[in-house]
């Protein structure tokens, strides 16, 4: 694969029933020169559902993969995109939202995969219990509504489960209220932020942004065998302490690794400061 440009005139193709070669067709183009195409067809809500119908089955890489290969069975296409979408506490920000994004690339031709990851807290991800005639605004102006849609659910005890999705105008949303809290025992309705891309400009946004990331990694071949898709695998970490010298949990370099042949490469992180701040060390700040 020695062609500087393996994949200029190529199609990609796409598992999705939420318009996310909107976000992605354009990076693609730019840094490949590949044409991004829907395999259209593909329930892709099998893979799991935001809203619980549906259960994801193992993990978002898993869930990314298996779009992937489900969109290059569908068209016969030997290259495929699965995109796949997880929301809820920052993982090291207290009382803070994230989303991470998960976009993965599968080469059937050549018989390798590369995928990248994004953790945001640039996410709309919130949700309110209400009553019938509660006053609402400041939650839907924190969710970006109507330009983003929301999401009335069942909640407490419910005689039977009630979402209604896609809700874009007060009167729908008002509506949909009233229908779900008259199924509670206990009157009430879970209004969540509708995360699916086609509703959701700010993930939109997010997928793009990662569109862009790993459509540049495919444009860089490997060192070794020129492989496209050379990147980071891993975070080295272990950056010195500035006063005792040990290793921190710091992260020091970063692992490049090829999809294909394995090969590795370490670089050292661009950083002002060659050492760790103490208060990162578990000797001087146990």
Same mark, same amino acid.
């Given at each position: 694969?020695?062609n500087?440009?393996?994949?200029?005139?190529?199609?990609?193709?796409?598992?999705?029933?939420?318009?996310?070669?909107?976000?992605?067709a354009?990076?693609?183009?730019?840094?490949?020169?590949?044409?991004?195409?829907?395999?259209?067809?593909?329930?892709?809500?099998?893979f799991?559902?935001?809203?619980g119908?549906?259960?994801?089955?193992?993990?978002?890489?898993?869930?990314?993969?298996?779009?992937?290969?489900?969109?290059?069975?569908?068209?016969?296409?030997?290259?495929?995109?699965?995109?796949?979408?997880?929301?809820?506490?920052?993982?090291?920000?207290?009382?803070? $939202?994230?989303?991470?994004?998960?976009?993965?690339?599968?080469?059937?031709?050549?018989g390798?995969?590369?995928?990248?990851?994004l953790?945001?807290?640039?996410?709309?991800?919130?949700? &309110?219990?209400?009553r019938?005639?509660?006053?609402?605004?400041?939650?839907?102006?924190?969710?970006?509504?109507?330009?983003?849609?929301?999401?009335?659910?069942?909640?407490?005890?419910?005689?039977?489960?009630?979402? $209604?999705k896609?809700?874009?105008?007060?009167?729908?949303?008002?509506?949909?209220?009233?229908?779900?809290?008259?199924?509670?025992?206990?009157?009430?309705?879970?209004?969540?932020?509708?995360?699916?891309?086609?509703?959701n400009?700010?993930?939109?946004?997010?997928?793009?942004?990662?569109?862009? &990331?790993?459509?540049?990694?495919? $444009?860089?071949?490997?060192?070794?065998?020129?492989?496209?898709?050379?990147?980071?695998?891993?975070?080295?970490?272990?950056?010195?302490?500035?006063?005792?010298?040990?290793?921190?949990?710091?992260?020091?370099?970063?692992?490049n690794?090829?999809?294909?042949?394995?090969?590795?490469? &370490?670089?050292?992180?661009?950083?002002?400061?060659?050492?760790?701040?103490?208060?990162?060390?578990?000797?001087?700040?146990?």
């Open positions: 694969m020695a500087p440009a393996p994949y200029r005139g190529e199609t990609f193709a796409i598992a999705t029933m939420h318009a996310k070669e909107r976000a992605v354009r990076p693609f183009r730019h840094w490949l020169g590949a044409i991004v195409t829907v395999a259209s067809g593909i329930d892709t809500d099998r799991g559902t935001f809203t119908e549906v259960a994801r089955q193992g993990d978002m890489l898993d869930a990314a993969r298996d779009k992937a290969l489900a969109a290059t069975e569908h068209t016969g296409l030997p290259f495929g995109l699965g995109s796949e979408g997880s929301f809820g506490p920052h993982p090291a920000l207290p009382f803070v $939202a994230a989303g991470r994004e998960v976009l993965l690339f599968s080469d059937r031709r050549h390798f995969e590369v995928h990248e990851t953790l945001s807290n640039q996410t709309n991800h919130r949700s &309110r219990v209400c019938p005639g509660d006053d609402l605004r400041d939650f839907l102006d924190s969710v970006g509504f109507p330009s983003h849609a929301v999401v009335v659910a069942s909640v407490g005890n419910a005689t039977s489960r009630h979402i $209604a896609g809700i874009n105008s007060t009167a729908e949303l008002l509506s949909a209220i009233r229908c779900t809290a008259g199924l509670s025992r206990e009157g009430l309705a879970l209004v969540t932020a509708d995360m699916r891309a086609h509703v400009p700010t993930r939109m946004a997010a997928i793009r942004q990662l569109s862009a &990331r790993l459509a540049q990694r495919l $444009a860089t071949p490997c060192p070794e065998c020129t492989t496209p898709g050379f990147g980071i695998a891993d975070i080295v970490r272990g950056l010195p302490c500035a006063w005792c010298g040990a290793p921190t949990r710091v992260a020091s370099a970063k692992l690794r090829c999809a294909k042949c394995r090969f590795e490469r &370490r670089d050292k992180l661009e950083r002002a400061q060659a050492t760790a701040d103490p208060g990162q060390c578990e000797h001087c700040n146990p």
